[in-house]
């Protein structure tokens, strides 16, 4: 097996499952690969006996090299390394690195007929007719590590997909969701890091607050159901427990529920076909004693809206959603636009793009993509930098 995007929250829940699952004795391990933090990739390479680490950049090569030193462990550095490192056979990956440049190393590791185990949601969003016919084509297997969509792959297990009438996504609304709509154009980055259920990255936990995130989940259920938009909804639940429903022609509802814990939707798609054993809380209904519900606010969430303009236009949109997203939520990180900014900057992209390409901007090549990626972190740059001047 191998892991992308070893060091980050995914990554670390993932090590953790195949140590306590017997480690380097239980897993072959091929590649490990992290941004910058070399001494942690180094320490899980060592742990996990992995063949090859690599990191992002290739300035810090000598360093993990250093840290490698004696173990025969090999090292390598840069984005073509890494995606160098996809096309070493494994029987399992996990893509779990953030944001777009995830794409490339799931991509390639399909080719040689891998289980993916898709955390990386940017990868379907940008590029979701790709990597559904590149699986297709080499026999590959996607699995989804989102809890939302592990807990619908899990719901439709011996079901038809032709029976599904509508998917259900929950939505625990963020660290905002109870603050008056106003007060949101104010709302800080630690403010909006408080999130309630989920400890994860730092850029998902602020897509959370704004639903970027949701956004980005819903155009992954398209994706990798193959629902149509109309049939996939969202619902605030701010407990978290329940991870998805689906609803199908019989009006039966079936729905996941568990505790908010990365571990078992990773653990789920470790062990697929299989269930095993994991360390998850089990939950306590007579204690929880309720579930509650809200529709979302489209004001308060504009991302939401704009996820339905980008599922209507297909090809490059998604692609572009995702570029202008990530350089709106850098420039919000960095304290220069306010948080109701991001999905402003989104939408003049997306609008800018739509009226000087079309609505035909079909999607043929992983070049197609990385074009695309790039002319809209452009826009959203120019038009990020022009609003952080307003303020
Ligand atoms: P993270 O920021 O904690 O970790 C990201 C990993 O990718 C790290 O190893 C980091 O070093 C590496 N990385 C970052 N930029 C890179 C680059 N340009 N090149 C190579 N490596 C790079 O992120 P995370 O929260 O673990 O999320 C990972 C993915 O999983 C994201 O797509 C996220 O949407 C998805 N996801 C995360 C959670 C969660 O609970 N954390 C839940 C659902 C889905
Ligand atoms: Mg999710």
């Not at 607050?209 to 994706?223: D, P, Q």
């Not at 689906?246 to 078992?264: E, K, N, Q, S, T």
């Not at 304290?335 to 939408?347: H, L, Q, R, T």
Request: contains cysteine; aromatic residues 4%.
């Amino acid at each position: 097996m191998s892991l992308f995007g070893a060091t980050g929250s995914i990554g670390e829940q993932t090590v953790e499952l195949l140590l306590r699952a017997g480690g380097a004795e239980a897993f072959g391990v091929v590649a490990l690969t992290g941004g910058r933090n070399l001494a942690r990739l180094a320490d899980m390479a060592r742990a996990l006996r992995a063949e090859i680490a690599v990191c992002a950049e290739p300035s810090d090569l000598a360093e993990l090299r250093a840290r490698l030193a004696g173990s025969g462990i090999e090292a390598a550095a840069g984005p073509d390394a890494i995606a160098e490192a996809a096309d070493r056979p494994a029987d399992w990956v996990m893509s779990a690195i953030v944001g777009a440049a995830g794409l490339v190393p799931g991509f390639r590791a399909l080719r040689h007929g891998a289980t993916l185990a898709l955390a990386n949601k940017e990868s379907l969003v940008t590029a979701g007719p790709l990597l559904m016919a590149e699986a297709a084509r080499h026999g590959a297997r996607i699995l989804p590590v989102d809890s939302e969509h592990s807990a619908i792959f899990q719901a439709l297990v011996g079901e038809d997909i032709a029976a599904v009438e509508r998917i259900i996504l929950t939505a625990s609304g963020g660290a905002l969701r109870d603050w008056p709509l106003e007060a949101l154009a104010k709302a800080t980055v630690a403010e909006a890091l408080a999130h309630p259920n989920w400890a994860m990255g730092q850029r998902i936990t602020i897509d959370s607050a704004s639903m970027f995130n949701k956004a980005l989940e819903v155009i992954e259920t398209r994706e990798f159901f193959g629902v149509a938009p109309d049939q996939i909804e969202v619902i605030v639940h701010p407990e978290s427990l329940i991870h998805s429903m689906v609803g199908f022609r019989d009006g039966a509802i079936m729905a996941h529920l568990g505790a908010p814990d990365m571990r078992h939707s990773i653990g789920y798609a470790l062990n697929w076909p299989e269930r095993a054993e994991l360390p998850v809380a089990r939950l306590d209904l007579a204690q929880i004693a309720t579930l509650s519900f809200r529709a979302p606010d489209l004001q308060r969430y504009p991302a939401l809206r704009l996820a339905r303009e980008v599922m209507a236009r297909r090809g490059l949109a998604g692609a572009a959603f995702t570029a202008a997203k990530e350089v709106a939520l850098d420039h919000f990180l960095a304290g220069e636009i306010g948080f109701m900014d991001m999905s402003a900057v989104v939408e003049t992209v997306l609008e800018g793009l739509n009226r000087d390409f079309g609505t035909n901007s079909a999607i043929m090549t992983l070049e197609d993509v990385q074009g695309m990626d790039h002319l809209a972190r452009m826009r959203a740059g120019e038009i990020a930098r022009a609003r952080a001047g307003e303020r």
